[in-house]
């Protein structure tokens, strides 16, 4: 009787660390909706391939060229007070953060809204995907 509740026992601590250990390597994905202008706002420091963007507010650009696909988030600053169409912005060459060539994966059908998708990876967010508006393929990077 002893012999079974300690095979009890342990069989019950490996399920729970099997279940806690896939649970661990599930990262919860998170949406970030574009605007109609294309500008993205993270609250938090972000890694987008081996940049890291500070907490701003980024303007998502799309190109494609000899069918290879690239994206670039290039930091907005805010030069004057908000006005009725939600604020004046301004960017610089120092502000963008780089252009990454994108690997395409199939979407589930055309895209509705451009998003931003991204991950935490070792407490920081880290862009992983990008949705661009009209297309049906996902730009993973």
């Known amino acids: 009787m002893k012999m079974r509740t300690v095979l009890l026992a342990i ?4 399920l729970l660390w099997a279940v806690t250990a896939s649970a661990a390597a599930q990262q919860k994905e998170r949406a ?5 202008k294309g500008e993205v706002t993270l609250a938090q420091q972000t ?8 907490p701003g507010t980024y303007l998502v ?11 670039r988030l290039i930091e907005l600053k805010q030069v004057e007070a908000q006005s009725d169409d ?10 963008k953060v780089g252009e990454m060539k994108c690997r395409l ?15 935490t990876d070792g407490g920081v967010l880290r862009v992983t995907k990008i949705a661009i508006k009209g297309e049906d393929v996902l730009h993973v990077l």
């Open 11 to 14: 069989l019950g601590c490996v």
């Open 32 to 36: 970030y909706k574009v605007g109609k």
């Open 47 to 54: 890694k987008v391939g081996d940049k890291t963007l500070e």
């Open 61 to 71: 650009q799309h190109r494609v060229s000899h069918g290879d696909h690239f994206v």
């Open 86 to 95: 939600g604020g004046n912005y301004t960017h610089t060459e120092r502000d």
């Open 105 to 119: 994966e199939p979407a589930a059908g055309p895209i509705k809204e451009t998003t931003v998708y991204t991950v």
